[in-house]
Each structure stands twice: as structure tokens, then as C-alpha cells.
């Protein structure tokens, strides 16, 4: 989007829930509602959809713990892991991955073995897992998400933490950010919630996604903690979205979620 927010976009920065999100964001969701609804309503609808991807799983204070984190972040070592935790908590699809952080990647690197670089689209909180990551050594990670202050926070706080771990702003529908074939891309709990944007973005990113390994997960249970044959029906979703060079996907299942890796062929 060029040129200053029209005044929509300034409108709906101004709720405090959604002042991190970019302009440019904003914009594509009040275009989508422009589309679909009556001029009257766009506002009102482009508002719940943003709640529907953002407002749900962040809770607005999240930004001010970041701000006092940075001030107050351990200098030992062994209280990282624990300081990353607690912030992790304020994200409800992160705080879903926090019993067993260091099986969550185990399970994963069996398969992909362990990646000369990570890449996390629509990352959320989950680059505040990096040092479990970093348990199997100084990999270089680079996540991505639409909350530009926090994303900004959290890049801030993993360099003074002196890992090789970056994290930026990124809006997947308006660019698929760089990455390589010997890359291992992540996509943890992100297809529902784009799919609710624009459907059949998900067949896109996984064409246009050129790694050998990709990860992509899908919640096992809602957020009010009920199943309703999730697992089903995320599973049957998948078969019908997987690119054909990817030629075998390897299931894991944890509490909260599954996680699937998909393999490209050679």
C-alpha cells in the first residue's frame, strides 16, 4: 500500500488489540470485507475477521510484557528457558506447546534431522521456543508474522540473548519470504487461520514453498479444550491441499496438536 492509511485503516489501528498489526494488513482485510459485504458493514466485518486471525490468540498487554522483558531478561543462562516460557503463556497457540518443548523439536528433527536453517511463517510467539531448538545447536532461525511491534520485540530480545535467531514482520499474503531448498520450513498452526482469509491460499503456499522438509501442524483441540473430530478433519483437509512432488508425510501427534512433515520429493 503506498501513500498514508486511509482513514478505515487509521479507524481500526486506533483499538489498542490491533494498533502492533501493519497498515498494509489492515488495508487487505478491509478490502476482503469490501467484497463480500455492504459498504455499512465492511468496518464491522473487516473488525471480527481480524479478531478471528489476531485478536483471539494475542492479548493486547502482550506488548507491554515484551517492553518490561527486555528491561528485566536474565543474564543466566539457565533462567532463559523459564523467562521464555512465561511469554510464551501470553499466546494461547504457543502456550498450548509449552509441556514438552524439547519433544516437540526431538520428534520433529528425527525426521528432518537437524536443519542447517529454520524458517517459521506466521510465527507468532513460537520464536520464544528457540532455545529448545538451540539444544541441538546454534541453527539459525528467521520467523515471521503479521505484529510488527512484537516481532520487533522479540528480535531484540533473542540477540541480547546471543542467539542466532532474527525475527521479522511478514504479511504471507502479500510476500512468501525468501528461503532454500535445504531449508526446514515451519507452518505451525497457520493454514486454518489463512484459509479463513482467503481460501485455497493454503494449495499456494505449498506449492510455492521449495524446501525439502515442511512443517505444518494443526490443533488437535479448540481453544475451549473439545476436540470435535479436529484431527479428521484437518487430516482430510491436508490430503486434498499437498502438492504432489511431496512425496511422504510423516504424522506426529502431540497433546494439543498434530504435527505433520511433509517431504519433497528428490
Not at 136 to 161: R, W
Not at 211 to 233: A, D, I, Q, Y
Request: aromatic share 10%; glycine share 4%; net charge negative.
Amino acid at each position: 500500500m503506498s501513500g498514508d492509511p486511509s482513514k478505515a485503516v487509521q479507524q481500526i489501528l486506533k483499538a489498542k488489540k490491533y494498533a502492533n498489526l501493519s497498515p498494509d494488513t489492515v488495508q487487505r482485510i478491509l478490502d476482503w470485507a469490501e467484497a463480500r459485504v455492504k459498504k455499512k458493514e465492511v468496518d464491522k466485518t473487516a473488525r471480527k475477521k481480524l479478531h478471528q486471525i489476531y485478536g483471539a490468540y494475542f492479548n493486547p498487554s502482550n506488548a507491554t510484557a515484551f517492553e518490561k522483558a527486555l528491561r528485566d531478561r536474565p543474564d543466566n543462562q539457565d533462567e532463559i528457558k523459564e523467562f521464555c516460557q512465561e511469554l510464551m503463556d501470553l499466546h494461547s497457540s504457543s502456550q498450548e506447546r509449552l509441556e514438552d518443548l524439547s519433544g516437540f523439536y526431538n520428534r520433529i528433527f528425527e525426521v528432518t534431522g537437524i536443519p542447517d536453517r529454520m524458517i517459521d511463517l506466521a510465527c507468532g510467539l513460537n520464536p520464544l521456543s528457540y532455545p529448545w531448538i538451540h539444544e541441538h545447536g546454534a541453527i539459525p532461525y528467521v520467523g515471521y508474522d503479521i505484529d510488527q511491534k512484537t516481532t520487533q520485540l522479540m528480535n531484540e530480545l533473542l540477540q541480547s540473548f546471543g542467539y542466532p535467531a532474527q525475527v521479522y514482520f511478514n504479511d504471507l499474503f502479500l510476500n512468501i519470504p525468501e528461503h532454500r531448498e535445504i531449508d526446514v520450513v515451519m507452518l505451525l498452526k497457520a493454514l486454518p487461520c489463512l484459509e479463513q482469509q482467503e481460501k485455497g491460499i493454503s494449495v499456494k503456499l505449498l506449492t510455492e514453498i521449495k524446501c525439502r522438509f515442511l512443517v505444518v501442524s494443526f490443533p488437535s483441540k479448540s481453544l475451549g479444550g473439545k476436540s470435535k473430530g479436529m484431527e479428521t478433519n484437518y487430516e482430510a483437509f491436508l490430503n486434498t491441499v499437498v502438492d504432489e512432488s511431496r512425496h511422504s508425510i510423516h504424522k506426529i501427534n502431540f497433546e494439543r496438536e498434530i504435527v505433520y512433515v511433509l517431504e519433497r520429493a528428490d
